[in-house]
């Protein structure tokens, strides 16, 4: 079945610098979703990206949907306090099922 | 606030136990979705209902089952109850069934089985 590789698995940043990271998929993608969890709360949407070489931005947020339609990345620029969390990608074909990464846990070193 | 309600927040039972943890959707939402999260992983889709019946299924263990109310509210169901069932369960829903559009989450149920 598809999968979704997600990486970095974690990433330990100081405030202030830029983070990325991606997702990868065994088989074309129509849609990329980029969610994130707070501690203890549930996934917020972040992005949605639904044309093949797509950029989109949100605030310090910017995700682009690859041209190869089988990769996404999510860029966070200068980064703060509150980015810390976990960030999911997801991705759809049609009206299938999403399917979720394991996610990239952003811890900001003190 | 996303507008989903779960509940319990936290749950601690023992092994072998059944619980039912219990999920609000956003009101006019007719899809609601059930994920699981074990500890510093991604989300496992288990099952989906729209307007009462069930739609899709992933990856759910025959001792868990869910329902979806006329009211929309819908109901997991863990039985049989084992350690590694420890997760965080969450409910999301959204307004259709399209995947590709927003699905709102609530802020989970902590289930620890001891």
């Known amino acids: 079945g598809q999968q979704l590789n997600q990486s970095p698995q974690s990433m330990f940043i100081q405030e202030g610098e830029d983070v990325s990271m991606n997702c990868t998929s065994s088989?074309?993608?129509?849609?990329w979703l980029w969610y994130k969890q707070d501690p203890g709360e549930g996934p917020v949407l972040l992005i949605a990206?639904?044309?093949a070489g797509e950029l989109t931005s949100n605030g310090r947020l910017t995700a682009q949907f690859g041209i190869t339609r089988k990769d996404s990345f999510l860029n966070i620029s200068a980064s703060i306090p509150s980015d810390v969390g976990i960030y999911f990608c997801?991705?759809?074909?049609?009206?299938?099922?999403?399917?979720w990464g394991a996610g990239t846990k952003l811890i900001i070193k003190p | 606030d996303s507008g989903v309600t779960q509940t319990p927040k936290h749950l601690i039972t023992a092994t072998g136990q059944r619980v039912t943890l219990r999920c609000s959707p956003r009101?006019?939402?007719?899809?609601v979705y059930w994920y699981q999260q074990s500890l510093d992983q991604g989300l496992q889709f288990l099952i989906q209902?729209?307007?009462?019946?069930?739609?899709a299924k992933g990856n759910i263990l025959e001792r868990f089952s869910a329902q979806q109310f006329p009211d929309l509210h819908s109901e997991l169901n863990l039985s049989s109850l084992e350690l590694g069932d420890s997760a965080l369960y969450f409910c999301?829903?959204?307004?259709?069934?399209?995947?590709?559009?927003?699905?709102?989450f609530g802020q989970g149920t902590r289930l620890t089985v001891v």
């Open positions: 209902y729209y307007n009462g019946e069930e739609r």
């Open positions: 990206l639904y044309k």
């Open positions: 088989s074309i993608f129509n849609t």
């Open positions: 009101s006019g939402d007719l899809s």
């Open positions: 997801a991705g759809s074909y049609s009206n299938y099922q999403l399917i």
């Open positions: 999301a829903s959204r307004v259709g069934t399209d995947p590709n559009t927003e699905a709102f």
